[in-house]
């Protein structure tokens, strides 16, 4: 009998869909000033500090991280978007 009940609230929890987690907007890393240009930095999955070092190089140099893709945008506020995987940081002009 015991076992009968094991196994359906077995059966009823794995029937049960499992909880996904809310997704979450990139965090607000701050401004960023290069050659007289604000902007203001975003990064998900990445560290503020590896997001604003990584985004000043490219800035400057457009010397990609290892490992990142990026793309340059025109006629947008949103300036570059490096991405590897879940990893992702960007600039916005202001």
Do not use: E, W
């Amino acid at each position: 009998m015991h076992l009968r009940l094991a196994l359906v609230t077995l059966a009823l929890v794995g029937a049960t869909p499992a909880l996904t987690s809310a997704t979450v907007p990139p965090r607000d890393c701050g401004p960023l000033t290069v050659a007289n240009r604000h902007y203001v930095i975003k990064a998900d999955q990445l560290r503020c500090t590896t997001a604003k070092t990584s985004a000043k190089n490219y800035l400057v140099s457009h010397r990609r991280p290892k490992g990142f893709s990026c793309r340059d945008f025109k006629g947008s506020k949103m300036t570059f978007r490096c991405s590897k995987g879940i990893q992702v940081f960007f600039a916005i002009r202001r």
